[in-house]
């Protein structure tokens, strides 16, 4: 089987509820025994470090891509199979794009929203085609679909731009979602 490659957007913050940082690890865990790899911003902390500690847990191989700027931000995971340099947060997101094929977002703070929001729209303009998984951990995410269905209500978006993302519950609901993107 050819590996897929899926990026994963998530803070490098753990959040107040200990689900955020469950969920991250357990979605690593379930990623890399599927033979999925692993494409997140490459933090140790927060829920991108849980996500990637999961993952290197089962043998899997994760690629973290960010700008030197923000490992003075963030610290850099050791343990990586693969870091990728870039000059901006612009190029990390479309560089983990281009080496992925699927995306899931967990929880986050500002920068995750940005990153799924992008994702959002080159999916509604046809640039990327990357099956969109959130994982609504813990209802973290039922504020943002509100707005986005207000949005639409208000006539600021297409209704069609709610089936552009999926959204699931928790983890292993996000793997079977990629199962049924990407079939055996």
């Not at 899926?6 to 890399?32: D, K």
């Not at 973290?64 to 990390?92: D, I, K, M, Y």
Request: hydrophobic fraction near 45%; charge should be negative; proline fraction near 5%.
């Amino acid at each position: 089987m050819q590996r897929v490659g899926v990026c994963v957007f998530c803070g490098s913050y753990a959040g107040f509820n200990p689900a955020y940082i469950a969920a991250a690890r357990e979605l690593g865990a379930l990623l890399a025994t599927e033979s999925f790899d692993v494409i997140y911003g490459g933090a140790a902390d927060g829920c991108m470090g849980a996500l990637a500690d999961g993952a290197l847990s089962r043998d899997g191989q994760v690629t973290g891509v960010a700008p030197p700027f923000v490992n003075a931000l963030e610290h850099r995971h050791r343990g990586l199979t693969h870091w990728e340099g870039v000059a901006s947060l612009a190029q990390r997101k479309l560089r983990m794009l281009d080496l992925s094929k699927g995306v899931i977002v967990l929880p986050g703070g500002t920068g995750t929203l940005d990153e799924f929001l992008e994702v959002l729209t080159m999916k509604r303009l046809a640039l990327v085609l990357h099956p969109l998984i959130v994982i609504d951990v813990a209802g973290f995410f039922r504020p943002l679909h509100s707005l986005l269905q207000h949005l639409i209500e208000s006539g600021f978006a297409g209704s069609e731009q709610l089936s552009l993302y999926r959204i699931v519950a928790d983890p292993p609901s996000a793997i079977n979602a990629l199962r049924e993107a990407f079939p055996l």
